[in-house]
């Protein structure tokens, strides 16, 4: 069956240094790759979606890349700050159809 | 443009009963999917509907159940409700196929 893994469920990172997030996929041949964030009590929040036969992709301080070989995103927050503070969500997207099938989510602090 | 908005906010009710949510989706989008998030099983498809067609269902029991509207608006409706139920229930909507997807706050259900 279908699973996808994000490295862990909490990430601490010293204010200022990189966050690196990590989501992992099996027995899956996903047409897209999103990351999203989430703050308690709130809907998901889009950030970034890379396709396929893309490699990486940026926004600001946001970058992800996609390793379809790997079966693996990564997905980076540089100088990252207080208000970075979230939980991140990937999600994968199949060819032709609407459904998200999303990662358990990564809780990351930054501590200032 | 307006989010996605999501009614009601918050819900309290008893095992046995039932429950309709609704979703009213950003102005032009015509794809609205629902999404059902539990700390112990994450975010977690449940359908998708398209020009109020049901395009995509996920793995949930048929007490489970949507419609959609000619304006996009859609409702999801839970019949005799379960303690396991207690959730937060998110609506999606996008323009296209590939494309983000905006969330709304969702509605927190709780059954007792």
């Known amino acids: 069956s279908q699973k996808i893994e994000q490295n862990s469920e909490a990430l601490n990172i010293q204010e200022g240094k990189t966050a690196t997030l990590t989501c992992n996929y099996t027995n899956y041949s996903p047409a897209y790759l999103q990351w999203y964030r989430q703050d308690p009590g709130r809907g998901p929040v889009f950030l970034l979606l890379?396709?396929?036969?893309?490699k990486e992709k940026r926004k600001e301080r946001l970058k992800v890349t996609f390793d379809t070989t790997l079966k693996q995103s990564l997905f980076h927050i540089t100088a990252s700050q207080p208000a970075d503070s979230a939980t991140y969500l990937c999600a994968l997207g199949d060819f032709g159809n609407e459904k998200l099938t999303f990662g358990t989510g990564t809780r990351l602090t930054i501590i200032p | 443009k307006a989010g996605v908005t999501q009614t009601p906010r918050y819900l309290i009710k008893t095992r046995g009963q039932q429950v309709t949510l609704s979703c009213s989706p950003i102005?032009?989008?015509?794809?609205v999917s629902w999404y059902q998030q539990t700390p112990g099983q994450g975010l977690q498809f449940l359908f998708e509907?398209?020009?109020?067609?049901?395009?995509n269902k996920g793995n949930f029991p048929g007490r489970f159940s949507g419609r959609q509207f000619s304006n996009s608006r859609s409702e999801m409706n839970v019949s005799t409700l379960e303690l396991g139920d207690s959730a937060l229930y998110l609506c999606?909507?996008?323009?296209?196929?590939?494309?983000?997807?905006?969330f709304g706050p969702g509605t927190r259900l709780t059954v007792t």
């Open positions: 102005s032009g989008h015509r794809s």
């Open positions: 999606a909507s996008t323009q296209a196929w590939g494309y983000e997807q905006y």
């Open positions: 890379i396709r396929e036969n893309e």
């Open positions: 509907y398209f020009s109020e067609t049901q395009r």
